[in-house]
């Protein structure tokens, strides 16, 4: 098993090309719901599933795509600057060494987005959701000094958490017991799309979807 895992952590581009054929829709899946994508989708839920639907669609919009800016823009560029340079071999950072900058960046766009709300006027607990995605983004990163957790799946059970809290608060506007559900099978589908493209073990997509869930869900707690 410990072969397995060294042999999953040190993939490296051209190795992945001679892999055998992976499923289309879990690249997709995995592009889509990327950890820089999963904080918008986040926000969005804040915005049009919650009694902040009352502001103006075009304000909730423009709050929205800010935070895209500054969750998503800002650690693509950062990552495409170390890839010129040399300090990050592809866009998928498949290499765990290679992952301390881009995830301490990541978090540190967390924060500012956290900031950034709570400029806006945003409750607190909208606030702490981006506080626990930086929390989450912090912990995986010193876990993978040592071990390739999943940064798609704590990704996904960050949102994930947010759903639940939204579920227990009774905050959200809509049917949370659906949104609910379709967050825990997003997750699923995302964990099983990571061990098809064998990027992950199963130990790894698990604990990756654990540390987002209970990190955000307990974040969002705070009051």
Partial sequence: MNE???????????????????????????????????????MALAMWATPLRSISESNRLIATLLVTAITCLIPLFAIAALIKAGKVADRAISDRGQRTIPMSIAAACYVGASLFVGSLGAPVWLRMFFIG????????????L??????????????????????????????????????????????????????????????????????????????
């Fill in 133 to 144: 995605a930086a929390a989450a983004t912090v912990v995986a990163l010193l876990i993978n």
């Fill in 4 to 42: 397995d895992n060294e042999a999953i952590d040190n993939i490296s581009p051209a190795a992945d090309s001679v892999l055998p054929h992976k499923p289309l829709w879990a690249q997709i899946l995995s592009d889509v719901f990327s950890p820089l994508m999963v904080p918008t989708y986040g």
């Fill in 146 to 223: 040592r071990w390739k957790i999943s940064a798609h799946t704590t990704a996904m059970g960050g949102l994930t958490g947010m759903m639940l809290w939204f579920a227990v608060s009774g905050v959200a506007d809509i049917n949370v017991m659906i949104m609910f559900s379709a967050g825990i099978l997003l997750a699923g589908a995302m964990a099983t799309a990571r061990l098809l493209l064998l990027r992950h073990t199963p130990a790894q997509v698990m604990a990756g979807l654990t540390l987002g869930l209970i990190t955000c869900f307990a974040a969002m707690c705070i009051r």
